[in-house]
């Protein structure tokens, strides 16, 4: 079936530092979703992108839609300890909000 | 919080037993998706509910099965359960037929010995 693959898998990264993770896939998605999981609780959504190309920011979190429709990158600047956490890309092909195909995460961990 | 609420928040199963799990999705919200999350790996797909009828699915197999009732709540039922399906399974919310942004509730931890 589909298949995103994110990486990295994992960083480990001083506070302050800047974050970027990338997914990718070989098929085209029409939507590409950035959540953040913390333990214990399901994703929440952080950013929704919707056009080929799309740069969007929220906060410190800046996504972008890749021209190909295959791909898609987060950058977190300046990252703080509460930055911590699962971070899971996800397509859609459709612009059915509950049906994605997530990545396997990027797992953040923030010295202070 | 989502507003989105599962029930109950761990489990534990035998195999070849079976297993019923809850969401109330949030107010204002017509459909439901299920998702499995094995440990380790992003949430799968399982499949949809919009207004009662199923409206989608991913690869599982029949063994998985949900019903949405008239006040939009949610089940999904396993049957004949195997060690593999030991996951936490998520319910997503979302308004008019999932256009728009999808709400996840906090997770099932099904475990199955």
């Known amino acids: 079936g589909q298949q995103l693959n994110q990486s990295p898998q994992s960083m480990f990264i001083q506070e302050g530092e800047d974050v970027s993770m990338n997914c990718t896939s070989s098929?085209?998605?029409?939507?590409w979703l950035w959540y953040k999981q913390d333990p214990g609780e399901g994703p929440v959504l952080l950013i929704a992108?919707?056009?080929?190309?799309e740069l969007t920011s929220n906060g410190r979190l800046t996504a972008q839609f890749g021209i190909t429709r295959k791909d898609s990158f987060l950058n977190i600047s300046a990252s703080i300890p509460s930055d911590v956490g699962i971070y899971f890309c996800?397509?859609?092909?459709?612009?059915?909000?509950?049906?994605?195909?997530f990545g396997d995460g990027t797992t953040l961990t923030v010295k202070p | 919080e989502t507003g989105v609420t599962q029930s109950p928040t761990h489990l534990i199963k035998t195999r070849g037993q079976q297993v019923t799990l809850r969401c109330s999705s949030q107010s204002g919200h017509n459909t439901v998706s299920w998702y499995q999350q094995a440990l380790g790996q992003g949430p799968q797909f399982i499949f949809q509910?919009?207004?009662?009828?199923?409206?989608g699915r991913g690869n599982f197999p029949p063994r998985f099965s949900g019903l949405q009732f008239p006040n939009y709540s949610s089940e999904l039922n396993v049957n004949a359960l195997e060690l593999d399906d030991s996951a936490l399974y998520l319910c997503?919310?979302?308004?008019?037929?999932?256009?728009?942004?999808?709400?996840f509730g906090q997770g099932t931890r099904l475990t199955v010995v």
């Open positions: 098929s085209i998605f029409n939507t």
């Open positions: 509910y919009y207004r009662e009828e199923e409206n």
């Open positions: 992108l919707y056009k080929a190309g």
């Open positions: 997503a919310s979302s308004p008019q037929g999932g256009d728009t942004e999808a709400f």
């Open positions: 996800a397509g859609q092909k459709s612009t059915n909000a509950g049906k994605s195909t």
